[in-house]
DNA sequence: TTCATAACTTACCTCGACGTAAGCGACTGA
DNA sequence: TCAGTCGCTTACGTCGAGGTAAGTTATGAA
């Protein structure tokens, strides 16, 4: 089952917010912009996450052979209509996730 | 970010194919129609998606105290709009992970 | 008195996601 | 000659998700 694999992709620690990030930023970013909008994320997380996503077809990578390198990721078309049904997500947590912290608490005090 | 707790839940394994097929079999089962409808999924597996869920309150267990043991599960209203935005994530796979998989071709025949 | 039953739990193990820290390559400016 | 820059990669260690298999509980049926 495809949904399967695609939330084995997007339910990893990074890849959402690495792709909102991307979006947020215009849809086109450098390696270091992207290491500073995503807080806490590492060099190396960073650069696999992107790697998975370009592989997927969801961002593009260019690479401007100048020294020090200069590498631009920008999102594509299948990246940004992933950002729909993401956005639903978004705001059913938004929405409800009170409500799950409450179900936790009332089940914890038990 | 709520987002990212969300995603981390029901990106695990078992979770939304867990609520998927509750909400299939008509929003209640037992533990085995469960396990019968989830191909794959051992006891171990089965049961504690279920705990979590419970405890997040996107289900409720109820036991019915008999020999053999009986257990239900019904999914609640919480749960039920939680498949709103899950089925928007479904459709997108639908449509686009064909994209997705020759994404994956392309950058690999390099 | 042994068996089967449903719904678990427990013990044990493996494997991969992720974090941290350091190194690297090619060039520029001081 | 040396440090700094950017975008990585490599090495190493931890931790927890998840798999497999067996045990548990109470009772009625054979």
């Given at each position: 089952?495809?949904?399967r694999e695609?939330?084995?992709?997007?339910?990893d620690k990074w890849t959402i917010?690495?792709?909102?990030s991307l979006d947020l930023l215009g849809g086109r970013a450098r390696f270091s912009e992207l290491e500073r909008a995503v807080p806490g994320i590492s060099q190396?997380?960073?650069?696999?996450?992107?790697?998975?996503?370009?592989r997927d077809g969801l961002v593009i990578r260019e690479l401007f052979p100048e020294v020090p390198p200069r590498v631009e990721y920008e999102i594509t078309a299948l990246g940004k209509s992933?950002?729909?049904p993401t956005q639903g997500l978004v705001d059913w947590a938004k929405a409800n996730w009170e409500q799950?912290?409450?179900?936790?608490?009332k089940h914890d005090a038990r």
């Open positions: 089952m495809a949904v695609l939330l084995t992709k997007i339910g917010l690495v792709i909102l190396r997380m960073l650069s696999s996450t992107l790697k998975n996503l370009d992933l950002l729909r799950v912290r409450e179900a936790q608490s």
